[in-house]
C-alpha cells in the first residue's frame, strides 16, 4: 500500500521525433530558398513571380507555426488503480450535456449519451447530469424522464457486468457471441434489458413522430404547455435524485432550459455553458466540471478516473487547468470523401506537440474543467478582485457557493443542499436571460462571448491567466462522437469556424495581447495564431491556384523553367511535403484515397472559407 501511494498518478512522457526534426528543417531550408531565388529574381519576371513570391512567404511562415506546434511532442500516460490510495475519496463532478434542436439532434442520440455518462465507474453520489435544451422542447424532456426509468436497470447492469460500451445504441447494436462461455444469468438479463431499451426507443420515437406527448400536460410536463422555443421562461427540472447518496446508486439528473426572450441575446452555446455553471452552482457545486455534445457518448467507463489523475496528479494545480480529451468519431463514410478525418490525424500527431508547451486547446467537448478556472481565477490569486455580486450576480444562493469554489471546498457534500428540488427556484433565477446584465460573464468570468468558437476563446482566456492545460488519450478512447457526413453539412461547419477564428483575431483577446498583458508563453501564442490564422489562407491559396491558368492566358511563367536548376526546388517542396502529409494518414492506419480526398476537400474549404 505504501509503495502505491508514493507511485505518481499520471507520467509525462517525451516522443523521439528526431526525423520529424530533420525533415521539419529541410522542407523549412527549402522554402527559404525558394524565396531567395524568387527575391533574387523579381526584377527579371512579371506579376504573376510577385505573386507567387508573396503567397510562398506566407507558405513560409505557416510552416514555421508548423514547426513550432511539432517540435517537442510530449504524451501523458495516466493510471487510474492509484487514484484510491492516493487520494482517498475522489471530487464530485458536474457533467453538462447541451443539445438545442430535437430535430437536427434527435432526442434518443441525447439519451444514449446521458445514459452513457450516468454509468461511468465513479462513486453515483459524487456525479450530477444536467442537460442543457436550448429548444425548450417537450419531447426532450419527456425522454430524459423515460430514460431515467430505463437507467435505473441499465446503470446495475453494466457495473455488474463491467460492460465497456455504456451508450445502449451501441451496445446492443451486436448479438451476444455465442462461441463465448457465458453464464446463463447474464444472458437472460442481457435479452431483459435489449428488449427494455427497444421499448424505451419505441416510446421515444413514437413521440417523436407524433410531435406530441399522450395524455394531458399536468405536474412536470405542465411548464412546457403552449411554449415558444425562442420566448419562454427558464425551465429547470429535477428528473431524478440520489438523495440518499448511494456510491452503487443512480446520479442525479436534471434538466435545464434557460430563459428565452427576443430582445435578449442569447449568446449561442457559450451562453448555454455559463447557465448550466450557475444552475449547478445552486445545486450542486461540485469543484470539477465535464462537458460533452450530446451526440458524444461515453466510450470509457473509466474516463472520470483517467482526467482525475491529471487534474490531481501534480503538485501545484496550475499545470492542469482543464483536461481535453481527443474528439474521435464513430460515424464515417468509407475513404472518407468529405475531408472530414483529418481530426484523426490532428489528434495523434499534431496535439503533442501542443501538449508540449503549454497545453492542448479546449475543444468544446470532452473536456474537465476546475470550476474555478471557469470563475476567472488565477494560479497565483486566492480569490476574485474586485466586489463578489458585479462579478457573478446578485443571487444570494449563488454567492453561498462561489466562495465555497474559491476557498477550496473539494467535496461537493459539504456544500450541496439535503434536498435539490427546493433549490429550482433559485437556479431558475439564476438561468434567467437578464441575470448576467452589470457582471462580468461572458467576459472574466465564465464562457467568453464573441465568438462563434467559444471554446478555442475560452481556452486561450485560461491560458493567459497563466493556467496550462493537460491532454488525457486512454485506450480506449474515452468518448466517441458523431460528425456531419455530407459536403454540405461540413462547408456549413466550417464556415462557423472561419468566422468564430477571425472574431477572435480582431477582438481584445487577440494571442499577441494574452502574451504583452497576460501569461500566455510566446510559443502557445503561435500555436493559437496558426489556429486563428487559417481563415485567411483562402486568399493566398486561391491566388496560387489560380496562377497557372493566367500564365497560360498570358504566355507567363511563375515556376523556374526545367532547363533551370532551381525547379528542383519546387519540386523537392512538393514531393516531401505530399510525403509528408501522407505518412500521417498511413500511421493513423488511414489508406491513401482517404488521404487524396482530405487533401481535395482541404483546397475546397480553403477556397471558401
Avoid at 526525423?19 to 504573376?48: C, E, K
Avoid at 507558405?59 to 487514484?83: A, G, H
Avoid at 451508450?167 to 434489458?193: G, Q
Avoid at 532551381?566 to 502529409?581: D, G, K, R
Wanted: charged share 20%; with cysteine; proline share 7%.
Amino acid at each position: 500500500m505504501a509503495n502505491l501511494i508514493s507511485l505518481p498518478l499520471q507520467e509525462r512522457i517525451p516522443r523521439n521525433n528526431i526525423l520529424q526534426r530533420a525533415t521539419d528543417i529541410i522542407i523549412f531550408f527549402l522554402f527559404l530558398s525558394l524565396l531567395s531565388y524568387r527575391f533574387l529574381t523579381l526584377s527579371n519576371h512579371g506579376v504573376a513571380w510577385l505573386l507567387a513570391f508573396l503567397c510562398e512567404s506566407w507558405f513560409t511562415l505557416c510552416w514555421v507555426l508548423t514547426i513550432n506546434s511539432n517540435w517537442n511532442p510530449v504524451e501523458y500516460r495516466t493510471y487510474p488503480e492509484r487514484l484510491l490510495q492516493r487520494v482517498g475519496e475522489v471530487p464530485s463532478v458536474d457533467m453538462f450535456v447541451t443539445t438545442a434542436d430535437p430535430l437536427l439532434e434527435p432526442p434518443i442520440i441525447t439519451v444514449n449519451t446521458v445514459l452513457s455518462l450516468l454509468a461511468v465507474d465513479y462513486p453515483a453520489h459524487k456525479l450530477a447530469c444536467y442537460v442543457s435544451d436550448d429548444g425548450a422542447s417537450l419531447l426532450t424532456f419527456y425522454s430524459l424522464v423515460e430514460a431515467s426509468k430505463f437507467a435505473k436497470l441499465w446503470v446495475p447492469f453494466c457495473k455488474k457486468y463491467s460492460i465497456r460500451v455504456r451508450a445502449p445504441f451501441v451496445y446492443f447494436s451486436t448479438e451476444i457471441d455465442e462461441s463465448l462461455d457465458l453464464s446463463p444469468d447474464f444472458r437472460d438479463e442481457w435479452k431483459t434489458m435489449k428488449n427494455e431499451y427497444k421499448q424505451l426507443r419505441r416510446r421515444i420515437e413514437e413521440a417523436v413522430q407524433k410531435n406530441y406527448i399522450a395524455g394531458d400536460l399536468t405536474g412536470d410536463f405542465a411548464a412546457f404547455s403552449k411554449i415558444d422555443p425562442k420566448n419562454h421562461p427558464s425551465i429547470v427540472k429535477v428528473i431524478w435524485e440520489n438523495k440518499e447518496n448511494l456510491p452503487d446508486g443512480l446520479p442525479h439528473l436534471i434538466y435545464v432550459s434557460r430563459e428565452k426572450r427576443p430582445v435578449h441575446p442569447h449568446h449561442f452555446k457559450a451562453g448555454a455553458m455559463n447557465v448550466l455553471t450557475r444552475v449547478s452552482g445552486v445545486m450542486t457545486n461540485s469543484p470539477f466540471i465535464l462537458n460533452v455534445d450530446c451526440d458524444m457518448f461515453v466510450n470509457n467507463p473509466q474516463t472520470i478516473l483517467h482526467a482525475m489523475c491529471l487534474l490531481l496528479g501534480f503538485e501545484q494545480e496550475k499545470e492542469s487547468g482543464f483536461v481535453q480529451f481527443p474528439q474521435i468519431f464513430y460515424r464515417s463514410l468509407k475513404d472518407d470523401p468529405f475531408g472530414n478525418n483529418q481530426f484523426i490525424v490532428f489528434w495523434k500527431f499534431i496535439m503533442p506537440g501542443i501538449v508540449g508547451i503549454q497545453g492542448p486547446f479546449y475543444g468544446g467537448t470532452g473536456c474537465f474543467h476546475r470550476r474555478k478556472v471557469i470563475y476567472g481565477l488565477s494560479p497565483d490569486e486566492a480569490t476574485i478582485q474586485g466586489a463578489m455580486e458585479t462579478t457573478f450576480g446578485n443571487s444570494v444562493h449563488f454567492m453561498k457557493s462561489v466562495p465555497q469554489i474559491l476557498s477550496g471546498i473539494k467535496d461537493k457534500t459539504d456544500c450541496q443542499p439535503a434536498d435539490l428540488s427546493s433549490t429550482e427556484e433559485a437556479a431558475n433565477e439564476v438561468a434567467s436571460c437578464v441575470y448576467e446584465y452589470n457582471t462580468s460573464w461572458g467576459e472574466r468570468v465564465g464562457w467568453v462571448y464573441g465568438s462563434a468558437t467559444e471554446d478555442v476563446l475560452t481556452g486561450l482566456r485560461i491560458h493567459s491567466k497563466g493556467w496550462r492545460s493537460g491532454y488525457c488519450t486512454p485506450d480506449p478512447p474515452a468518448f466517441l462522437g458523431d460528425t456531419p457526413s455530407g459536403g454540405p453539412a461540413i462547408l456549413t461547419q466550417q464556415k462557423r469556424w472561419a468566422t468564430g477564428l477571425l472574431e477572435i483575431l480582431v477582438s481584445n483577446y487577440n494571442p499577441i495581447l494574452g502574451v504583452i498583458k497576460g501569461k500566455l508563453l510566446i510559443r502557445q501564442c503561435l500555436v493559437y495564431l496558426s489556429v486563428i490564422i487559417w481563415p485567411l489562407r483562402a486568399l493566398p491559396e486561391l491566388c496560387y491556384a489560380l496562377l497557372p491558368p493566367y500564365c497560360i492566358l498570358t504566355t507567363t511563367y511563375f515556376l523556374p523553367t526545367v532547363w533551370e536548376p532551381a525547379i528542383f526546388v519546387p519540386s523537392a517542396l512538393f514531393v516531401i511535403l505530399n510525403l509528408y502529409n501522407l505518412s500521417y494518414y498511413l500511421r493513423c492506419g488511414l489508406s491513401i484515397r482517404s488521404w487524396w480526398n482530405n487533401q481535395r476537400m482541404t483546397r475546397i474549404i480553403s477556397a471558401t472559407s
